[in-house]
């Protein structure tokens, strides 16, 4: 195989042009790795909702021409200076936020909020030069928090790349770049329910059920979904949820049904969807003296969290989490080894595939809300 290393490749990616217009395949060059940075090709990526967020640009600043993904896996293609844990043929997981190593959040072994390579959507360029590694007729397409996996090839820095085990099947773990490692790690690593504990999930999408997993595989005796779409809850028992809520069909706030249903409150909630009123739910439906709630959904920039601060002076604990807390490059690795020895599962969080050169269908699947994830394969 003749090597492209320090060559410009020229490779097919879909490009979004301008917002909420279909992504068009469109060949692309993609320009050699700069230091600290590694080209790799893709194999398998997946649509995530924050792509169809800011495909869609309604709340944020737009920046166009742009070529979204970032839940992928690939196989390294070249490393640019200063790169030593890589090198050409390792199989990785492209993160959108990174783990530099050097910083204050990455010695702490409390925090997964790297200084240098937390995640940033409005940046279109590397950080090594502020310019693009991608171009169409010589005219810069900008990239997507850092990673950019909707490319047959990409660049990426190296702190945003988990190495992981080659034998691990790219079109399976490469979900784990993102959603459903935030669901699993923020009841694993930040609610850490113990066994035979009560859990509430709130939300039922892909994150929602990955947090549902995290809760079946540490054992939780009961698993409380809450959503407003109950045609979700047949299938949300292949994660272990036990039993389900429906917010509309009850007079009194949902918390106050929870805490009826579990004689005070759950032992530990995760909320993943964003809403406010969900996430003060799920705090209040936390048992007092021990009962743990997790934030993980995004919410509107202008929401308020409001609560009674008697709840947190009856011992009612509230957390945040990004990321499920896992560091990427040192923490991912193992997540993939949970699937390698069947203790986690993956195959059911995939309801679609399609061909490379059908990538908008993922988008419909997404925007219709039908099935949690699409993989879309970069060979067809």
Same mark, same amino acid.
């Given at each position: ?22 992504? &068009? ?28 967020? $800011? ?35 390792? %199989? ?52 997507? &928090? ?8 990409? @660049? &990426? ?8 085990? #080659? ?14 490692? *935030? ?6 690593? @930040? ?39 109950? !045609?979700?809850?047949? /299938?949300?028992?292949? $994660?272990?949820?036990?039993? $389900? @809520?429906? #917010?509309?069909?009850? /007079?009194?706030? &949902? ?6 249903? *579990? ?9 993943? *969807? ?12 936390? %048992? ?6 997790? =934030? ?21 604990? =509230? ?8 560091? #990427? ?8 080894? !949970?699937?390698?020895? !069947? ?38």
């Amino acid at each position: 195989m003749v090597s492209t290393a320090g060559q410009v490749i020229r490779c097919r990616a879909a490009v979004a042009w301008e917002a909420g217009k279909p992504l &068009v395949i469109e060949e692309v060059e993609v320009a050699p790795p700069q230091a600290m940075e590694v080209r790799l090709k893709i194999h398998f990526t997946s649509l995530c909702h924050t792509d169809v967020y $800011f495909w869609e640009a309604k709340g944020q600043t737009p920046l166009f021409p742009r070529i979204f993904g970032h839940e992928a896996g690939g196989i390294v293609e070249s490393v640019g200076e200063g790169v030593t844990d890589l090198k050409p043929g390792d %199989h990785v997981l492209p993160v959108f936020t990174g783990e530099c190593k050097e910083c204050r959040h990455c010695k702490s072994e409390e925090s997964n909020m790297c200084d240098l390579l937390r995640i940033n959507t409005d940046r279109g360029v590397m950080l090594n030069d502020g310019k693009s590694r991608f171009s169409v007729s010589g005219k810069p397409v900008y990239h997507f &928090v850092g990673t950019s996996t909707f490319s047959e090839f990409t @660049v &990426v820095h190296v702190g945003c790349l988990a190495k992981i085990n #080659p034998a691990a099947p790219l079109d399976k773990v490469c979900i784990l770049s993102c959603g459903i490692s *935030t669901g699993l790690g923020a009841t694993l690593n @930040v609610a850490k329910p113990k066994k035979g504990s009560t859990v509430a999930i709130f939300g039922l999408g892909a994150v929602s059920l990955a947090a549902a997993e995290g809760a079946r595989i540490a054992g939780a005796s009961r698993i409380i979904g809450i959503y407003l779409n109950s !045609k979700r809850f047949e /299938e949300a028992k292949k $994660f272990g949820v036990t039993e $389900f @809520v429906n #917010p509309k069909e009850h /007079e009194k706030p &949902v918390q106050e049904v929870i805490v009826e249903m *579990t004689d005070g409150g759950v032992d530990r909630s995760v909320e993943c *969807t964003g809403s406010v009123n969900a996430m003060i739910s799920a705090f209040e439906c936390v %048992h007092d003296g021990w009962g743990v709630a997790v =934030l993980v959904g995004v919410p509107n920039k202008d929401d308020a969290f409001k609560t009674h601060p008697m709840n947190v002076l009856n011992e009612k604990t =509230l957390k945040g989490t990004f990321f499920g807390n896992y560091k #990427p490059r040192s923490d991912l690795p193992s997540v993939v080894e !949970k699937y390698m020895s !069947k203790e986690l599962e993956l195959e059911k969080f995939i309801t679609h595939e399609v061909p490379f050169a059908e990538i908008n269908k993922a988008f419909e699947y997404m925007l219709k809300g039908d099935g949690l994830r699409c993989i879309i394969r970069m060979d067809g």
